[in-house]
């Protein structure tokens, strides 16, 4: 095998040892010196968020946060590690056993890496990461770390609950031959209706709900604009005849602390 893909392959797996020693002894400048200046991060699989991209400060940081938990001791075991080279750019996976103890509890996770990599005139970094956990055990992993509030998405969702008058059968499916399109028009989803099945505490005496979906700041204002326009009025008389109750209300994301 040449040589400088030796002294390449080597120089990776001592990243992912680096970032061990990193996170195990809080070093957060050596944890910080492996990556690239921007990096694509993914612990989707193991529920913290979606796919982002973040510079290195960004990344380190919330390392640190999350591992900063009091009286939280970590040590990280990384192995196994197959790398494909071509030319300044790598890929790989990388086997982590991590064992986390704080008191008398302690939790482990076991997990493979697939990472990219980039050669910089500063030597081997990693430019992206993504964890997929095959499985934990101990006690519960929310306790180990300072997970922080998920940040709201950019969606807005209308509700609609509603009971229907059959016998007013014709005012029904004007009024929603009408406002379906208009909320599509605006940028809604495909509307999901769904009815009600059983009460299970308390009692809401609403028959049918729909949910619309909005994705981004100008979906949001249109639909709401849908709800103050001339041709949703010329709506509310069929409306109002079609269903004996209805509530028409808009939703965003609420961080859950």
Known sequence: ???????????IKELHYKYALGIDKQDWETFRSIFHDTISVDYSKWGMGDRQEMSVDE??????????????????????????????????????????????EVMNLNAFYTCSYIETEKG???????????????ADVVSFFQIPDPKPTSK???????????EHHDALERYVRGVIPMLMQAGGSVPKIIKQDKSVVGHTDTFMS??????????KHAAHAVFKS????????????????????????????
């Open 230 to 257: 001339e041709a949703y009025a010329e709506l509310v008389p069929d409306r109002d005849k079609a269903f004996s109750k209805m509530n028409i209300a808009f939703y965003s994301d609420m961080p859950q602390g």
């Open 59 to 104: 990344y380190t940081q919330l390392v640190q946060y999350l591992f900063s938990t009091e009286g939280l001791v970590t040590q990280h075991y990384m192995t196994n590690t197959l790398l494909e080279i071509n030319g300044k750019e790598a890929s790989g996976d990388t086997y982590v056993f991590a064992r986390h103890k704080r008191g008398d």
């Open 210 to 219: 729909m949910i619309v979906e909005f994705e981004g700041k100008e979906a």
């Open 156 to 166: 807005t969702y209308l509700f609609v609950t509603a009971t229907p008058i059959m």
């Open 1 to 11: 095998m040449d040589i400088e893909i030796l002294a390449a392959k080597q120089a």
């Open 124 to 138: 081997w970094k990693i430019s992206s990461i993504e964890m997929t956990p095959r499985w934990d055990e101990g």
